[in-house]
């Protein structure tokens, strides 16, 4: 099989220290990609200034996919790296699905979150008033379109069809009484569509207690961006721990590369110690080799790192014994 063009991101923090052990198990795994680093983050900010510059966008847009670590450092202000470079990515290259699996097999856990990956909240909808005075005011407003929150929904349902057939939505619709209210009508249409899948709806207050007392319940979830981006941390927490959690930020259409990632941060407490777990990584990049159309090569590193909660050791030891597995 031809080479694959793959955008490498290590970012900051432990980023750059996890992405190397993914890379060194995709190539353990016999796959051949064609590499491009990036120098980007929180650290090249501070650096020159630099977040992510149009002619970088526009070079991604010929790649296959983008192999990201974790960017964001506590010297840089909340939100300028986030939203300037993570969330430009995702809107700009239209990642409008963001695919979070938990698996925990010893204790019956199989289950993904899609997160609509494009509106909502982190759409950016909002601003100041009187800014500074002690009449101040601040609005962040959540978008959600018709066309956005339906595609998200359809891609629930179709990886529903092709797992155990079961989609739940999650929202607040007892108090988003608007956005709530489109999603409900979104997802009941499309459901309409799918009569052999078996659905249900769980506020998200519900949904976490849900998620700590019986997570086994769930097949797929569909819910909106940030109900989503803080669902999946708690999936996290109850799968094993944030160190096992891989994503995908899916761009379906294949119009586009498409962008894997961790969903744990750049810890800074940590980096540089050796002491990151590196399977959030290796997971991404075999959620990366299956889009890839390396179906084979990923199955062979999902079933290596089945074994990584027993490893032990430092970040690369453990990325060792994840290569020596596959
Ligand atoms: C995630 C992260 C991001 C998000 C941050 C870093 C902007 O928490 O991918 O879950 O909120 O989406
Ligand atoms: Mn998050």
Not at 81 to 90: A, K, N, S, T, W
Not at 157 to 168: G, I, Q, V
């Amino acid at each position: 099989m031809a080479k694959h063009r793959v955008g490498i991101v290590g970012g900051d923090g432990i980023g750059p220290e996890v992405v190397a052990e993914g890379l060194k198990v995709v190539a353990a795994a016999g796959v051949d990609l064609e590499t491009v680093d990036y120098d980007l983050g929180g650290a090249r900010y501070l650096k020159d200034g630099t977040v992510l510059p149009d002619s970088v966008l526009e070079e991604w847009r010929g790649l296959e996919a983008i192999y990201l670590g974790a960017v964001g450092t506590p010297a840089v202000p909340p939100g300028v790296i986030e939203r300037g470079l993570l969330l430009r990515m995702r809107f700009e290259l239209d990642l409008y699905v963001n695919q979070r699996p938990f698996v925990a097999p010893d204790e019956g856990i199989d289950f993904v979150v899609i997160r609509e990956n494009t509106e909502g909240t982190y759409a950016g909808e909002g601003g100041f008033l009187r800014k500074g005075t002690p009449h101040e005011i601040a609005t962040q407003g959540s978008v959600n379109s018709r066309f956005g929150v339906e595609r998200a929904i359809r891609y629930a349902f179709e990886l529903a069809a092709a797992r155990r057939n079961h989609l739940t939505l999650v929202h607040k619709t007892n108090v988003l009484t608007f956005s709530g209210d489109l999603w409900e009508r979104a997802f009941d249409e499309v459901a309409a569509e799918h009569p052999s899948t078996g659905t249900a709806y769980n506020h998200v207050d519900a949904a976490c207690i849900y998620f700590v007392e019986s997570p086994q319940r769930y097949d797929v979830i569909v819910t909106d961006n940030l109900f989503g981006d803080i669902l999946t941390d708690l999936g996290g927490a109850v799968s094993g721990g944030i160190g096992f959690a891989s994503s995908a930020n899916l761009n379906p259409a294949r119009t586009g590369p498409s962008m894997f990632e961790p969903v744990h941060g750049s810890a800074p407490d940590i980096a540089g110690t050796g002491r990151a777990n590196p399977t959030a990584a290796v997971l991404s990049a075999a959620m990366m080799l299956d889009f890839l159309g390396e179906a084979e090569a990923a199955a062979r590193v999902h079933a290596a790192c089945a074994a990584a909660a027993n490893f032990s050791g430092t970040t690369s030891e453990i990325g060792d014994q994840i290569a020596a597995g596959v």
